[in-house]
């Protein structure tokens, strides 16, 4: 265990090394950070002088190891836009993100689990075919389409006058193809609640919950068909083997068999799966947060490449692998715990 | 379906309904721009934002109306001593948010921090000194006759002197302007005007109270509180106003323009804007583009008509000078020139009939539809044997490039900071020259002496006639010779639930004056 930690942990120095020397390299391509701190009309003598207060006269090298010595000691810069260090406006952000992937990821478990495992039972029933052929249209619909549409029907409101009005049936027709609107379409609300640090939660309040719905639902439109058809294809496969063939045969109820015995290895390369896509979602936030005005770090990043806030953009991607390096950690150790034959370090069991 | 949402949805969307009724006895209104103030310090950046900020927290000397004429708000009065001094009278019993009273020390100080100020420095670089009389009246004095005093002093919103001098906590200067970091004042501020900040989260929103003892008791203004959320995503800001998420939005995308007119619970407001669109041609770089002719005849292949109504859909005002219609050497008779024969003709006169291929860079995220403008007028041009090799690129990517002058035809917009036509002129078309500053936007080489001669001369004429007469020449000139190839003035619009009255209190410089909003 101990032996695992210090080689995942030498890893996630490695990772934040690497990402660190890429995102550096890539700014002179991201554009002049100044053209966001100065107006159209200010001489080049005061563009000059700033850009060598800031340091961005140096050489990349200079620059790169005066980052690095200073992120050696806890210190990631100061952001040119926020005029505060990077890691303050990236938890202050956190919070907001990672409350929309926890909401999405609740809903992707607490749907994806029983309509899979539905659907593998009863791969002939029309309720399966039906969330199969939904699911294959969701997994093929980009997330910011799925936002402007959940923003119109359930914000705006949608108006349906195609059927006739005049008889009882276009009236019905017309009546249940329409929405009323009135979710919030933007932000997180007026109405949060205080948890500690910088952490505002939305899930104490009924307002809280109205404004994050949507996004989350919008971020799950992604993840939820793909879970679905995971946890279909496996839990078939695993139906098909030996042991619970025999479990069958020897008459135990098909509830336990499913449910106990097929469930559980058909978790396995679920969580796997799933730690990674954890991850993922981080990055899918940005869509989701442009389309809703999401204050997370997703929309933060994204303003800050257009900035060209160089100090934020390295910070964020070096937060972000390091949430991939955690989840990918919490995974293998799930994985033990569900599997007992595998062993972490990577020896042979 | 509707059925089935109301039950699944109802109880959540009636959460948010309370606060909608509690508006009755406070108005509030929500707002959202798609950005938020850089910054608490008005004199840290200057840009639309932070002078829309600045008509909130603080009041100018001065400001502009609707018609573009002078209204007096903390100056009370004025009057010309010399030609070179302009005397002011400030209004008397005019509180800070801090308690402190208004005088002409505050004006002072104000004035100081204008000229360190690395964004508003050009801007009083005419000005010698601001001279105080006595604690009601002072005087703003300029090296030469200058006449655009007013409209310098149009950006002296005063600041509380008392507030911020001394140290803070740090020991650094209070009124220390810093670009970025973390100065006193730009976390901190103490204005005169209609609304305090009260709550503040960079990205996410700027809360705003009025505050009690403003002076301006005249005002018609009722709002009590004023949310601004920035909205950057364009649909994302349409469909807040269209849920009735927010009260008002700028600005408004060209393509929903119809989608809010149709709409009946909201009203949109368009104006002319002052923002000129343009083409340098770069002298320096093809040789084809010294010749006169050759210019012409691109100014006449490009239809800043058909580009206004079928790419802007409208929402800009075709343009054959840089001046808009208001400003003095706005020239009533330079018309949009299209003829594509004529164009052809002068190509062959300047032996270019088989044409040339030149380089074009546009950005694609700063102005409204750039990079579609730039890839039609590229189309345009090559009906007269022009090939044009177009780049686009987003705008931090975009002015290195238009630094470096990287390619032969390259597209900007400007809007002049004194909302005069001389601004123009010294950016964009005047001889560049790294000492004076002169023509630090001209990526087009383009150098007349004797216009520019022209364009010095109108800036020490405070005899506005003269003036007017002078730059319009000017304009004239620069049309003749065909120094630049311009587009359109790109409109503005805002957009608001019907009762939130905002057609009052908009203006072309698009700074509202929220101060004086109505809402029923």
């Not at chain 1, 479990?247 to 390369?269: D, E, S, Y």
């Not at chain 1, 800050?304 to 070096?318: E, F, G, K, N, Q």
């Not at chain 2, 010399?82 to 002072?108: A, C, I, P, Y």
Request: glycine share 6%.
């Amino acid at each position: 265990m101990l032996a695992f930690l210090v080689q995942r942990i030498s890893q996630a120095i490695l990772v934040m090394f690497v990402i660190s020397v890429i995102s550096f390299t890539i700014q002179d391509g991201l554009g002049d950070p100044l053209q966001e701190l100065v107006g159209m009309s200010v001489s080049d003598e005061e563009r000059d002088a700033l850009r060598e207060e800031m340091g961005l006269n140096d050489p990349m090298v200079t620059q790169y190891l005066r980052f690095a010595g200073n992120a050696l000691q806890g210190d990631l810069g100061v952001s040119y836009f926020y005029g505060e260090p990077t890691m303050d406006v990236i938890l202050r952000h956190l919070p907001a993100t990672l409350e929309l992937v926890i909401a999405a990821s609740l809903m992707i478990i607490f749907l994806s689990v029983p309509i899979g495992v539905y659907a593998a039972i009863r791969p002939k029933a029309w309720l399966s075919k039906f969330f199969m052929g939904v699911s294959t249209v969701g997994i093929s619909i980009p997330v910011f389409l799925t936002a402007i549409v959940l923003i119109q029907l359930f914000s705006i409101g949608v108006q349906v006058t195609v059927f006739p009005a005049d008889t009882g049936w276009g009236q019905w027709l017309n009546e249940f193809f329409s929405t009323d609107g009135g979710m919030p379409s933007y932000g997180r609300g007026d109405d949060l609640a205080h948890l500690f640090g910088t952490w505002e939660s939305n899930f104490f309040s009924q307002t809280g919950w109205a404004h994050i719905l949507l996004p989350a639902v919008s971020l799950a439109s992604i993840m939820l068909p793909l879970f679905i058809r995971l946890i279909r294809a496996e839990m078939m496969e695993v139906l098909q083997s030996d042991y619970i063939r025999f479990a069958q045969a020897k008459g135990i109820a098909p509830a336990r068999i499913n449910f106990l015995h097929a469930l559980k290895n058909t978790m396995l390369p679920v969580i796997t799966v799933g730690g990674v896509q954890i991850g993922i979602m981080v990055a899918y936030t940005i869509l989701t947060e442009t389309v809703f005005q999401w204050p997370g770090v997703g929309l933060m990043f994204l303003e800050a490449i257009t900035r060209s806030d160089i100090p934020l953009i390295v910070a964020y991607l070096m937060v972000v692998g390091l949430i991939f390096v955690i989840t990918n950690t919490l995974v293998d150790l799930i994985y033990g715990l569900v599997n007992p034959t595998v062993k972490l370090t990577g020896k042979k069991a | 379906m509707k059925k089935l949402m109301t039950a699944v949805l109802g109880s959540v969307a009636l959460a948010a309904a309370p606060m909608a009724v509690s508006a009755e006895t406070t108005h509030e209104i929500k707002l959202a721009y798609d950005a938020d103030p850089v910054t608490l310090d008005i004199h840290e950046q200057l840009s639309g934002g932070m002078l829309q900020l600045s008509h909130m927290a603080f009041d100018p000397l001065i400001r502009w109306t609707q018609e573009f004429e002078f209204e007096p708000r903390l100056a009370e009065s004025w009057e010309r001593v010399d030609d070179r001094t302009m005397r002011f009278t400030l209004r008397d019993g005019v509180q800070f948010h801090s308690g402190n009273e208004l005088t002409t020390e505050d004006v002072k100080f104000t004035f100081d921090r204008l000229k360190v100020s690395p964004d508003y420095k050009a801007i009083f670089r005419p000005f010698s000194e601001l001279r105080v009389i006595d604690e009601h009246t002072f005087e703003l004095v300029t090296d030469e006759p200058y006449p655009l005093v007013l409209n310098a002093a149009t950006y002296i919103f005063p600041l509380d002197s008392e507030f911020y001098t001394g140290e803070d906590a740090n020991g650094n200067d209070k009124a220390a302007v810093i670009k970025h970091g973390n100065s006193f004042a730009s976390r901190n501020m103490s204005g005169t005007g209609p609304y305090q900040v009260v709550e503040r989260q960079q990205g996410v929103k700027v809360v705003f109270e009025r505050f009690d003892n403003y002076w301006d008791s005249e005002s018609p203004g009722n709002v009590d509180r004023v949310v601004l959320t920035p909205i950057k995503e364009n649909n994302t800001r349409v469909s807040a106003l269209l849920s009735g998420g927010v009260d008002f939005i700028a600005p408004v995308p060209p393509t929903d323009l119809e989608r809010i007119r149709r709409d009946s619970n909201t009203d949109l407001v368009t104006m002319s804007g002052t923002r000129i669109i343009l083409f340098h041609l770069n002298q320096s770089r093809v040789e084809a583009f010294q010749d006169p002719r050759v210019r012409q005849a691109i100014a006449y292949a490009i239809n800043q008509e058909g580009i206004a109504a079928r790419i802007m859909k409208g929402f800009a005002t075709p343009a054959a000078q840089m001046s808009p219609e208001g400003y003095q050497g706005h020239n009533p008779s330079l018309q949009p020139r299209y003829d594509v024969e004529r164009a052809k003709e002068l190509m062959a006169e300047a032996g270019y009939e088989d044409g040339f291929t030149v380089t074009m860079m546009s950005p694609n995220n700063r102005y409204v539809n750039d990079d579609k403008i730039a890839q039609a007028a590229a189309a345009m041009l090559a009906r007269i044997n022009i090939k044009v090799d177009l780049k686009t690129l987003p705008k931090a990517q975009y002015w290195p490039e238009y630094d470096a002058r990287a390619a032969d035809i390259m597209l900007i917009g400007w809007h002049a900071d004194t909302e005069d036509s001389a601004n123009f002129f010294e950016f964009l078309t005047m001889c560049p020259d790294a000492d004076s500053g002169r023509g630090q936007y001209n990526a087009g080489n383009y150098c007349n002496e004797e216009i520019d001669a022209l364009v010095e001369q109108a800036n020490v004429e405070t005899d506005l006639d003269k003036r007017t007469a002078l730059l319009q020449e000017v304009e004239q000139r620069l049309y003749d010779d065909a120094a630049f190839v311009p587009l359109h003035w790109q409109d503005l619009a805002w957009a608001a639930r019907k009762n939130v009255r905002i057609e009052p209190i908009l203006n072309v410089m698009n700074f509202p004056y929220l101060g004086d909003l109505v809402v029923e």
